[in-house]
């Protein structure tokens, strides 16, 4: 495929060979040289609509260890402010002839349209509630090292599931790999049709971690909430916070992730977060990066192999 927008169009084997190679990169990573000439000759550009740690920092550093000329687009003091729009803004970027575009943004679906008007590759790195798909891939990376395998395991993902497109990459990667999946938060940060997702639902968080060997937190995304039900951090994390008496509900082997940004005492205990023998975040910040090469380079591939049988055809 030209772009990564989504897990939605992967199939498991493609989704099991982009985590073996994002292996090769873990031990890459490790070195103390970190240089590859994967994407040498080749520039991307970072554009990000929202603000990000994580995900932009790792495609940056992805992006220059693979040996690509790296520019981040600060989209603050872009044309933007000044009344341009998106597609105006990536045909203009388009005109610089980038090869990988690495897009976040506030709304759902803007990654795929702007897909749709440029000539090179795009990755989604999250847009609005609709997908973030390199999020889902690390993850599941980080679950198969800790695990030992990606099917067969009960994995709860907690809180508010209704705004998260970490939860929903989660969702579809996870299934696709046939594990039991439930989802466990209030009712009303539950997406609609929660029931028909192939999931179990809980409201109660000690019936919905009884036996889960995957527990993964999510945040309180009230960018998104539109103005509705937010409950008050005091009576969250009471109800839905992880504390060590909730997570004894799970297996004793069983690991706790958060994608990023935590908020210590509403959705998660810090000692739970800081446990290394429960808690995979670092673990999960690591794989970030080295999915992130996988993807860059495998999308590189692809991006080279269409350019020369265009040429081919040409000559
Ligand atoms: N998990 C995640 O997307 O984190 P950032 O918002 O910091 O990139």
Redesign the pocket.
């Known amino acids: 495929a030209r772009h990564l927008l989504g897990i939605e169009p992967l199939s498991p084997p493609e989704i099991v060979s982009l985590l073996d190679l994002a292996e090769t990169y873990v031990a890459f990573n490790r070195r103390t040289v970190k240089h590859s000439d994967a994407l040498e000759g080749l520039t991307q550009i970072n554009m990000f609509f929202?603000?990000?740690?994580?995900?932009?920092?790792?495609f940056e550093l992805a992006g220059k260890r693979l040996g690509a000329d790296v520019m981040n687009m600060a989209m603050a003091q872009s044309s933007l402010t000044k009344g341009e729009t998106l597609i105006d803004t990536a045909l203009t970027l388009n005109a610089m002839r980038p090869d990988l575009l690495v897009v976040?943004h506030q709304d759902s679906g803007a990654v795929n349209l702007l897909a749709s008007k440029v000539d090179c590759a795009v990755i989604n790195?999250?847009d609005g509630r609709h997908e973030?798909p390199t999020?889902a891939l690390l993850d599941a990376l980080t679950i198969r090292r800790a695990k030992g395998r990606l099917q067969r395991l009960t994995i709860a993902i907690c809180g508010d599931i209704a705004h998260s497109r970490?939860a929903r990459s989660n969702l579809i990667l996870l299934g696709k790999m046939e594990n039991r999946l439930r989802l466990v938060g209030p009712a009303t940060l539950m997406p609609a049709g929660a029931a028909d997702l192939g999931c179990e639902v809980y409201e109660d968080m000690r019936e919905g971690l009884a036996g889960a060997d995957v527990v993964m937190m999510l945040r309180l995304q009230k960018e998104r909430m539109d103005g509705g039900f937010i409950p008050s951090a005091r009576e969250y994390f009471h109800r839905w916070g992880l504390d060590a008496e909730k997570l004894a509900c799970a297996k004793p082997d069983a690991i706790v992730m958060h994608?990023?940004?935590m908020n210590r005492g509403v959705e998660i205990d810090g000692t739970i977060a800081d446990d290394i023998n429960r808690s995979v975040i670092q673990d999960?910040v690591e794989m970030?990066v080295a999915v992130r090469m996988a993807a860059m380079d495998l999308l590189a591939r692809n991006l080279r192999a269409e350019r020369g049988a265009r040429a081919a055809e040409e000559s």
């Open positions: 929202e603000p990000s740690t994580r995900t932009q920092s790792s976040r790195a999250g973030h999020q970490v994608p990023g940004p999960q970030g």
